[in-house]
C-alpha cells in the first residue's frame, strides 16, 4: 500500500458538466499518473508529472487537464464531460521502477 | 512504437489446472517487465517484475522469465486456485524513460471454477 486514496470512488454526471477527480498520496512521492481502464484497451497514460506545477501529456490527454499544486495532490479534470469519456480512472505514483496504483474511480458521463 | 500483446481472454480453469497467460512486447531498448494483476472492484497490484534479460520474477506461486531472443515475458502457476480469478495485465517501461512511463497490454481475464 503506497498511501494512495482516490476521490469520488464513484461520480455519475452529464454530459457537458465539469468533473474533477482527486488523487492523494501520504509519502511524498514525486512521480504520479493518471490512467484510463477500457475494457480492450489494458490501461492508457492520461498525463503524469514530476512534481508542483510539472506535467505533461500522455497518449490519450484530449479532453483532459491536470493540476499539481502540491506535492500530495494530482487532480485530473473534465472540463466538459462526454460519454466517451465513461470509464474506470486510476491514479499511480512511482517508488523505484515500479508504479503503485489507488483504488480507481468510475465515472459515468450520462 | 512500444507495445504489449497480451492473449485474449478470458480463460476459464478449473482449480489446480496450470495456467499460462502470453505476453510478447516490442520496445527499443531493454524494458523493464511487469504483471500487474486487478482483482474484482479493485486496483492493480504488482505481481511480479523482471528488469533484465533472463531474469525470472515470482510471487504467490506465479512465476515468468524475460525473454530477450523471444521478447515474452509470459506469467505461469502451477496450480491454481479459486482466489486467482482476476485481470492479469503484463506491461513495459522502458529503461531510457526518465518519467518512468507503463505501457500496458490489454489484460487477459482469468476464471477459476471449483
Known amino acids: 500500500d503506497a498511501g494512495i486514496t482516490q476521490s469520488p470512488r464513484h461520480k455519475v454526471t452529464e454530459t457537458g458538466t465539469p468533473v474533477t477527480l482527486r488523487c492523494h498520496q501520504t509519502e511524498n512521492h514525486r512521480y504520479m499518473y493518471w490512467y484510463r481502464q477500457d475494457p480492450g484497451h489494458g490501461l492508457r497514460l492520461i498525463h503524469y508529472?514530476?512534481?508542483?506545477?510539472?506535467?505533461d501529456k500522455g497518449e490519450v490527454s484530449d479532453g483532459y487537464s491536470v493540476s499539481r499544486s502540491k506535492t500530495e495532490d494530482f487532480l485530473l479534470t473534465l472540463e466538459s464531460a462526454t460519454s466517451s469519456q465513461t470509464s474506470v480512472y486510476f491514479c499511480?505514483?512511482?517508488?523505484?521502477?515500479?508504479?503503485?496504483f489507488g483504488p480507481g474511480t468510475r465515472l459515468t458521463v450520462l | 512504437g512500444d507495445s504489449v500483446t497480451q492473449m485474449e481472454g478470458p480463460v476459464t480453469l478449473s482449480e489446480e489446472a496450470f495456467l499460462t497467460i502470453n505476453c510478447t512486447y516490442t520496445?527499443?531498448?531493454?524494458?523493464?517487465l511487469f504483471w500487474y494483476v486487478q482483482y474484482p472492484g479493485e486496483g492493480l497490484q504488482l505481481l511480479l517484475k523482471a528488469t533484465k534479460a533472463d531474469d525470472k520474477g515470482s510471487n504467490k506461486g506465479f512465476e515468468a522469465t524475460y525473454r530477450k531472443e523471444t521478447t515474452s515475458f509470459h506469467l505461469e502457476k502451477g496450480s491454481v486456485q479459486v482466489s486467482d480469478s482476476a485481470v492479469y495485465f503484463c506491461?513495459?517501461?522502458?529503461?531510457?524513460?526518465?518519467?518512468?512511463?507503463?505501457?500496458f497490454g490489454a489484460g487477459t481475464q482469468v476464471v477459476v471454477t471449483p
Open positions: 499511480a505514483i512511482s517508488e523505484g521502477d515500479t508504479q503503485y
Open positions: 506491461a513495459l517501461r522502458l529503461t531510457t524513460d526518465s518519467w518512468g512511463k507503463l505501457q
Open positions: 508529472s514530476y512534481g508542483v506545477k510539472d506535467t
Open positions: 520496445a527499443t531498448g531493454y524494458p523493464s
